[in-house]
């Protein structure tokens, strides 16, 4: 098998290609930990981001509703407080709809530090 | 330099344009720096594109680019949606670009104004309601009023799925803004200290060494958020687009 990799390597370009696909997978493999490891902390401030501006901005939002709809009908500041109100009940709503879509996809990642083999396995 | 830490954001004109009716086309250095951002990411692709079977630095940036898009739009919207694939490319791009050219000295941050993330935002929430509807009929409205629920429910329900939709351009346009002016100006507000403290004297001047220490360390935080900004800003465009292929399981 080597062998005939060798031979073949100058002129035939799949096993060339083969070649390289494994170097890169142990190059992969001795990667894996800190990579994961920097993309985490990343998209933890992302979420961090994430969370905080759909709160206050669908507060703000549904105050920037009640108040038009207010100038429209002429009902000064009744429905700018329903609006408020519905506009906090929003920025809850999807900050509990998106931690839940962040913790099913975290599900799979344990927490515990006695089983890291079995997340290795479960990476690929 | 200027001493303003606002200054930086002036838009300023370089020429004067005809005015068009409401449209004033004039030339400034907001659009100077965008121009310059489209022609990095064009350049950059055009540097990439050199196909070879065994690829080399260059080509491995944009093929893991390539693959980095499409994999975030299969699996955040599904793999129906890759059509889509060069809207989200473009997106990304051309706000880790205008972040990063930002970063630069004496460079504009054209994403540190609301005008230019707005619009980005309008594109995107607007395309999703334009192919909603032109896919799934008036059906799409269905968004706004999820099945399986006690009729009581609906008339508190409706008008909170209405703001939380409407305040999704909002949500993407001042969050990149906010980051970008936020981070510039504690930049700046840090740099324009140490010219202080090191004008007042040599005790003061060593004293300097704080807020030194602390810009190098926001500089390295902003790279960090002007990417994280970029792709933050990509995959929800990814996650709202869910809306036009899923709109029975919202």
Request: net charge negative.
């Given at each position: 098998?080597?062998?005939?990799?060798?031979?073949?390597?100058?002129?035939?370009?799949?096993?060339?290609?083969?070649?390289?696909?494994?170097?890169?997978?142990?190059?992969?493999?001795?990667h894996k930990e800190p990579e994961a490891d920097g993309d985490n902390g990343g998209t933890l401030l992302g979420m961090a981001w994430r969370l905080s501006t759909e709160l206050v901005v669908a507060?703000?939002?549904?105050?920037?509703?009640?108040?038009?709809?207010?100038?429209?009908?002429?009902?000064r500041p009744w429905l700018l407080l329903v609006g408020l109100g519905f506009g906090?009940?929003?920025?809850?709503?999807s900050v509990f709809r998106v931690a839940g879509k962040m913790d099913a996809e975290n599900a799979h990642i344990p927490i515990g530090e006695d089983m890291p083999d079995t997340n290795d396995d479960e990476m690929d | 330099m200027a001493s303003n830490p606002m200054d930086q954001f002036k838009v300023?004109?370089?020429?004067?344009?005809?005015?068009?009716?409401?449209?004033?086309?004039?030339?400034?250095?907001?659009?100077?720096?965008?121009?310059?951002?489209?022609?990095?990411?064009?350049?950059?692709?055009?540097?990439?594109?050199?196909?070879?079977?065994?690829?080399?630095?260059?080509?491995?940036?944009?093929?893991?680019?390539?693959?980095?898009?499409?994999?975030?739009?299969?699996?955040?919207?599904?793999?129906?949606?890759?059509?889509?694939?060069?809207?989200?490319?473009?997106?990304?791009?051309f706000i880790l670009f205008a972040n990063l050219i930002?970063?630069?000295?004496?460079a504009f941050t054209t994403t540190s104004h609301i005008a230019v993330t707005a619009a980005l935002a309008v594109f995107t929430i607007l395309a999703v309601v334009i192919a909603g509807i032109w896919k799934n009929g008036l059906k799409w409205f269905k968004i706004f009023a999820p099945?399986?629920?006690?009729?009581?429910?609906?008339?508190?329900?409706?008008?909170?799925?209405i703001i939380s939709f409407v305040s999704r351009p909002v949500t993407l346009a001042v969050r990149l803004f906010a980051n970008m002016t936020a981070g510039h100006v504690m930049l700046?507000?840090?740099?324009?200290?140490?010219?202080?403290?090191?004008?007042?004297?040599?005790?003061?001047?060593?004293?300097?060494?704080?807020?030194?220490?602390?810009?190098?360390?926001?500089?390295?935080?902003?790279?960090?958020?002007?990417?994280?900004q970029a792709f933050v800003f990509a995959i929800l465009t990814c996650v709202y687009l869910n809306?036009?292929?899923?709109?029975?399981?919202?």
């Open positions: 098998m080597s062998d005939e990799k060798r031979t073949s390597q100058p002129t035939q370009s799949s096993s060339d290609l083969d070649d390289l696909e494994r170097r890169l997978e142990t190059a992969r493999n001795r507060v703000l939002v549904g105050a920037g509703l009640g108040y038009g709809l207010d100038h429209l009908f002429g009902t906090f009940a929003a920025g809850i709503m | 300023e004109p370089i020429f004067q344009g005809p005015k068009i009716g409401p449209f004033d086309l004039t030339f400034t250095n907001a659009s100077l720096w965008m121009v310059i951002t489209v022609a990095a990411v064009i350049l950059f692709m055009a540097m990439t594109m050199r196909g070879k079977l065994i690829p080399g630095r260059l080509q491995s940036m944009g093929e893991l680019s390539y693959e980095f898009i499409a994999d975030m739009l299969k699996e955040t919207t599904g793999p129906e949606a890759v059509k889509w694939f060069p809207y989200v490319f473009t997106i990304f791009f930002g970063m630069n000295p004496y099945a399986g629920l006690p009729l009581i429910m609906y008339p508190v329900i409706i008008p909170i799925e700046k507000l840090f740099a324009i200290f140490i010219a202080y403290l090191v004008g007042k004297g040599a005790a003061t001047g060593v004293a300097a060494i704080v807020p030194i220490l602390g810009t190098i360390g926001i500089v390295a935080l902003e790279f960090l958020v002007a990417a994280l809306d036009v292929y899923h709109v029975d399981h919202h």
